[in-house]
Structures are given as C-alpha cells and as structure tokens.
C-alpha cells in the first residue's frame, strides 16, 4: 500500500501537471482531441494504464481491509471479497482495453467531428 500510494503520487501530480500547467490553454485545452492525440501515444498509454492499475488495486485493497475489519460473518466477508477482487478484475480488463484500442480517429466518421490532428495522419 506505501509503495503504491507513493508511485500513484508522482503518476497522479505527472498527470495533473502536464494537462493542467504544461499544455497551453491549462484545463481549456483538455477535450476529446486533446485526450485522444495523448493517447495515441505509447507513453501516455503506459503512464495511463500504470495509473489506473495502481489505483484500482490499491482502492480494491483498502476495501479488502475495510471488509476484514468490520465484516465478521464468514459468509459475507467472502461474497464480499469476491465481489471486489471480481469488480477490480474486470475494471482493470475493460480499462485497458480501452486505453490501447482507442481511436480518435475512425474510418468513415465525418471530417468534421474528428480532431485536427486526424487530418495528419
């Protein structure tokens, strides 16, 4: 739990200061071409995933020891248990899944609804 709340840090104070501080425009310039040219790039992508893996592991974690703590029938503690580590698993799956097959830039959309940066590629 240290370790993960320490990279989760520098991954969320990263995150934070690249859309916020370092882009020009701060938080005016965060929109879905903004979000989909950063994922379109493998670092982002990694940056991304790692984020979301940690945080869903330590979340699911502390709820592991929220649930030890105070549920005290067998039963429920274990249906309990289950349901984090199933909640987690497919949170973990789906998410990313979904930051490595994301396509800004579809074929057959309308030019008009893509990004600016669609038209480069």
Request: aromatic fraction near 12%; proline fraction near 5%; charge should be neutral.
């Given at each position: 739990?240290?370790?993960?709340?320490?990279?989760?840090?520098?991954?969320?104070?990263?995150?934070?200061?690249?859309?916020?501080l370092?882009?020009?425009?701060?938080?005016?310039?965060?929109?879905?071409?903004?979000?989909g040219?950063?994922?379109?790039?493998?670092?982002?992508?990694?940056?991304?995933?790692?984020?979301?893996?940690?945080?869903?592991?330590?979340?699911?974690?502390?709820?592991?020891?929220?649930?030890?703590?105070?549920?005290?029938?067998?039963?429920?503690?274990?249906?309990?248990?289950?349901?984090?580590?199933?909640?987690?698993?497919?949170?973990?799956?789906?998410?990313?899944?979904?930051?490595?097959t994301?396509?800004?830039?579809?074929?057959?959309a309308?030019p008009?609804?893509?990004?600016?940066?669609?038209?480069?590629?």
């Open positions: 739990m240290r370790a993960s709340g320490v990279v989760l840090v520098v991954l969320i104070f990263g995150h934070l200061a690249y859309n916020l370092w882009t020009p425009g701060g938080i005016h310039a965060v929109d879905f071409g903004f979000v040219g950063k994922l379109a790039q493998p670092f982002w992508q990694w940056w991304d995933v790692l984020m979301l893996w940690l945080a869903i592991l330590h979340g699911s974690n502390g709820m592991r020891t929220i649930v030890n703590d105070y549920v005290h029938k067998p039963t429920i503690r274990a249906v309990a248990l289950w349901a984090i580590g199933i909640a987690a698993a497919i949170l973990i799956i789906l998410g990313t899944l979904i930051t490595f994301f396509n800004p830039c579809p074929e057959g309308d008009s609804l893509l990004p600016s940066f669609c038209a480069e590629l």
